[in-house]
């Protein structure tokens, strides 16, 4: 579609009419022949999304135009993220199937921040998992939208509710917070969009968090539902995200979608359709998506933290064992290998597994972090490696993925080179094989796995050489992807780790430094 002089669109079209009697300063400006017509159209926000309404292709929103794209000194927003903005920008309900590290999260803000300067939306409510509240969406509000209030509706149900009833434009929340307080929500919310991030959390309509989050979706309700891999594991996924961003274009029931989508085989065995794939692209509509592979300005690796929150057992012995370090510290010189062996045994309880001295596995509740794994492994659109410290922990993890549906298979010291090679080599070329869980120390030097594109730290290691020699695992000739690096981090060490690894720092006195400073900050 043609701009001119930044204040016309010209469209041309068969059906002028439709244009003209719907847009009264419209006009037709040339008879192309064979009945088409160029049709001029004042360059305006209400301009464009009547056309976008009208199903007319390629409308540009103004934002490309006036908006300012606000952000940090040195940082430019990629095209694929203006072009995201702007699709956002002109549609009340839409999705964005932009792949994990596409930055899709800064895409939303300024949709958002542009329509809250036209005074179209007052109000936003994020929804998202706990693990991305604060390290992606608080975080790049801060970055994107400085001038716009945030607030983070977590703890308990009276302190969301003073957020939710509190000024803030922008208030961020875990889905299964909205169940805590969802009356409070309701009565005194008043959230003109609502986006909902990795929204295959909202996939099935008999679940209580669908359930709640219909009741907040008005007709007038602008709503984004964001996910990089939609209807990933079966096209019946897809119905949940239809029917409650786009009802009108779902069935009215589940089993007449599933009908449609799926055939079924016997008594309990269903299989998709030929045309399942088209029968869902068409319902989710209307969406944009880039693939990682399409955005030619991407950096080559992007870094994300999660947050998994250590239980209260966990922050108990946390606590506990700091302190008894504290106390062997005391007038104590403390060596590289020792400050290394005491983070190892901080970083085991934030695993989940603490070896005891007699030799014992003392183990805690993880849920959180093993829900974070699957939130990413689950956003993702290729393979997955995961690397995990801790031999213990690496059992947990598998059993877990294995019970959720995800094909995966590992190395540790104790496989046998002879499999270790065989291992690779099917991760490398078959495709039934989604995750690789990896004790670092086994398979950091020498082995190429481009097969995958992301990598999931479940806790940081001590050796910033082990660290930068896995993560070169995916980042080797024959990678086509940009890459992306996740960070999981529950406790204070984690934090600290990751910091000193991602910074390259390889002075063996800075570990040292790290592991005092752990034990004497509260």
Same mark, same amino acid.
Request: include cysteine.
């Given at each position: 579609?043609?701009?001119?002089?930044?204040?016309t669109?010209?469209?041309?079209?068969?059906?002028?009419?439709?244009?003209?009697?719907t847009?009264p300063?419209?006009?037709v400006?040339?008879?192309?022949?064979?009945?088409?017509?160029?049709?001029?159209?004042?360059w305006?926000?209400?301009?464009?999304?009547?056309?976008?309404?009208?199903?007319?292709?390629d409308v540009?929103?103004?934002?490309?135009?006036?908006?300012?794209?606000?952000?940090p000194m040195?940082f430019?927003p990629?095209?694929?993220?203006?072009?995201?903005?702007?699709?956002?920008?002109?549609?009340?309900?839409?999705?964005?199937?932009?792949?994990?590290?596409?930055?899709?999260?800064?895409?939303?803000?300024?949709?958002?921040?542009?329509?809250?300067?036209?005074?179209?939306?007052?109000r936003?409510?994020?929804?998202?998992?706990l693990?991305?509240?604060?390290?992606?969406?608080?975080a790049?509000?801060?970055?994107?939208a400085?001038?716009?209030?945030?607030?983070?509706?977590?703890?308990?149900?009276?302190?969301?509710?003073k957020?939710?009833?509190?000024?803030?434009?922008?208030?961020?929340?875990?889905?299964?917070?909205?169940?805590?307080?969802?009356?409070?929500?309701l009565?005194?919310?008043?959230?003109?969009?609502?986006?909902?991030?990795?929204a295959?959390?909202?996939?099935?309509?008999?679940?209580? *968090?669908?359930k709640?989050?219909?009741?907040?979706?008005?007709?007038?309700?602008?709503?984004?539902?964001?996910t990089?891999?939609?209807?990933?594991?079966s096209?019946?996924?897809?119905?949940?995200?239809?029917?409650?961003?786009?009802?009108?274009?779902?069935?009215?029931?589940f089993?007449?979608?599933?009908?449609?989508?799926?055939q079924k085989?016997?008594?309990? *065995?269903?299989?998709?359709?030929?045309?399942?794939?088209?029968?869902?692209?068409?319902?989710?509509?209307?969406?944009?998506?880039?693939?990682?592979?399409?955005c030619l300005?991407l950096?080559e690796?992007?870094?994300?933290? *999660?947050?998994?929150?250590?239980?209260?057992?966990?922050?108990k012995?946390?606590?506990?064992?700091?302190?008894?370090?504290?106390?062997?510290m005391?007038?104590?010189e403390v060596?590289?290998?020792?400050?290394?062996?005491?983070?190892?045994?901080?970083l085991?309880?934030?695993?989940?597994?603490?070896?005891?001295d007699?030799?014992?596995?003392?183990?805690?509740? !993880?849920?959180? *972090?093993?829900?974070?794994?699957?939130?990413?492994?689950?956003?993702s659109?290729?393979?997955?490696?995961?690397?995990v410290?801790?031999?213990?922990?690496?059992k947990?993890?598998?059993?877990?993925?294995?019970?959720?549906?995800?094909?995966?298979?590992?190395?540790?010291?104790?496989?046998?080179?002879?499999?270790?090679?065989?291992?690779?080599?099917?991760?490398?070329?078959?495709?039934?094989?989604?995750?690789?869980?990896?004790?670092?120390?086994?398979?950091?030097?020498?082995v190429t796995?481009?097969?995958?594109?992301?990598?999931?730290?479940?806790?940081?290691?001590?050796?910033?050489?082990?660290?930068?020699?896995?993560?070169a695992?995916?980042?080797?000739?024959?990678?086509?992807n940009?890459?992306?690096? !996740?960070?999981?981090?529950?406790?204070?060490v984690?934090?600290?780790?990751?910091?000193?690894?991602?910074?390259?720092?390889?002075?063996?006195?800075?570990v040292v430094?790290?592991?005092?400073?752990?034990?004497?900050?509260?």
């Amino acid at each position: 579609m043609q701009v001119l002089q930044d204040r016309t669109l010209v469209v041309r079209t068969r059906f002028p009419a439709r244009i003209t009697e719907t847009i009264p300063t419209s006009s037709v400006v040339k008879d192309l022949g064979e009945e088409r017509y160029e049709v001029a159209v004042p360059w305006d926000w209400d301009n464009a999304e009547k056309l976008t309404h009208m199903r007319i292709k390629d409308v540009p929103s103004p934002i490309q135009r006036d908006y300012k794209w606000p952000r940090p000194m040195g940082f430019e927003p990629f095209e694929h993220q203006k072009d995201t903005a702007s699709f956002l920008s002109l549609r009340r309900r839409a999705f964005c199937f932009n792949e994990q590290g596409t930055g899709k999260t800064a895409s939303v803000i300024w949709a958002a921040d542009y329509l809250m300067t036209l005074g179209l939306i007052k109000r936003v409510l994020v929804v998202c998992p706990l693990s991305i509240m604060q390290s992606a969406w608080q975080a790049d509000l801060f970055k994107f939208a400085v001038h716009r209030s945030v607030d983070v509706a977590y703890g308990d149900s009276n302190k969301r509710a003073k957020i939710i009833s509190g000024p803030a434009e922008f208030i961020i929340i875990n889905y299964d917070g909205v169940a805590t307080i969802a009356d409070h929500m309701l009565n005194n919310g008043k959230f003109d969009l609502i986006v909902i991030d990795e929204a295959n959390a909202y996939k099935n309509v008999q679940t209580k *968090r669908w359930k709640l989050m219909n009741k907040f979706v008005a007709p007038s309700t602008w709503m984004w539902m964001l996910t990089g891999t939609p209807a990933a594991q079966s096209p019946v996924d897809a119905y949940g995200l239809g029917r409650l961003c786009v009802p009108s274009r779902a069935p009215r029931f589940f089993g007449d979608f599933r009908e449609a989508v799926m055939q079924k085989f016997g008594m309990f *065995r269903w299989e998709p359709r030929p045309d399942a794939e088209k029968q869902v692209f068409e319902m989710l509509q209307p969406a944009i998506r880039y693939e990682k592979a399409q955005c030619l300005d991407l950096p080559e690796v992007t870094y994300v933290n *999660r947050i998994a929150p250590l239980t209260p057992s966990q922050k108990k012995y946390y606590k506990e064992l700091k302190n008894q370090m504290l106390l062997e510290m005391a007038g104590e010189e403390v060596s590289t290998v020792n400050a290394a062996a005491k983070m190892n045994k901080l970083l085991q309880i934030s695993c989940g597994a603490v070896y005891s001295d007699s030799g014992a596995t003392i183990e805690f509740d !993880v849920s959180d *972090r093993l829900r974070v794994v699957q939130e990413v492994i689950d956003e993702s659109s290729h393979k997955v490696l995961v690397f995990v410290p801790f031999r213990h922990t690496i059992k947990l993890l598998q059993d877990y993925l294995t019970k959720n549906g995800t094909t995966c298979d590992l190395i540790h010291g104790e496989v046998p080179v002879h499999k270790r090679t065989a291992i690779f080599k099917d991760f490398q070329e078959k495709q039934n094989i989604k995750v690789l869980i990896i004790q670092p120390q086994a398979a950091a030097h020498g082995v190429t796995l481009t097969a995958a594109d992301t990598i999931i730290w479940y806790a940081p290691v001590t050796s910033t050489e082990t660290y930068l020699q896995a993560n070169a695992r995916i980042d080797r000739p024959g990678q086509k992807n940009a890459m992306t690096i !996740v960070h999981i981090e529950g406790s204070p060490v984690e934090k600290r780790l990751y910091a000193m690894l991602q910074g390259n720092i390889s002075n063996h006195e800075k570990v040292v430094d790290l592991y005092k400073k752990e034990l004497t900050e509260t």
